[in-house]
Nanobody, 123 residues
């Protein structure tokens, strides 16, 4: 089992920044990559970014150039740095961990999920 706890969400004005953290515990060595997803009211869960523990990052086109995913292996923590935030970035952001090597952009590829953290961007 892998436990994931997100933090860092909040209310920010458009153009501002936030950094989300996802602390992983448990059998973290069993996960091959970590991802961030978001879900706005009435919309499907959307891929934001993913990172492999060994190497490689992936970022959705909608946030490319504004969001950066990184990790601290020693702390078993993954970060999502969000800059130049827009009102359309408002959503609940979820951290997830995948054991296998499926499509990193698909929620179905992930085995463990955090509880989510709210990000609200005001105009």
């Amino acid at each position: 089992q892998v436990q994931l706890v997100e933090s860092g969400g909040g209310l920010v004005q458009a153009g501002g920044s936030l950094r989300l953290s996802c602390a992983a515990s448990g059998r973290t060595f069993s996960s091959s990559y970590m991802g961030w997803f978001r879900q706005a009211p009435g919309k499907e869960r959307e891929f934001v970014a993913a990172i492999r523990w060994s190497a490689g990052t992936y970022v959705a086109d909608s946030v490319k150039g504004r969001f950066t995913i990184s990790r601290d292996n020693a702390k078993s923590t993954v970060y999502l740095q969000m800059n130049s935030l827009k009102p359309e970035d408002t959503a609940v952001y979820y951290c997830a961990a995948a054991r296998g090597s499926g499509n990193y952009y698909s929620p179905a590829s992930y085995d463990y999920w955090g509880q989510g953290t709210q990000v609200t961007v005001s105009s």
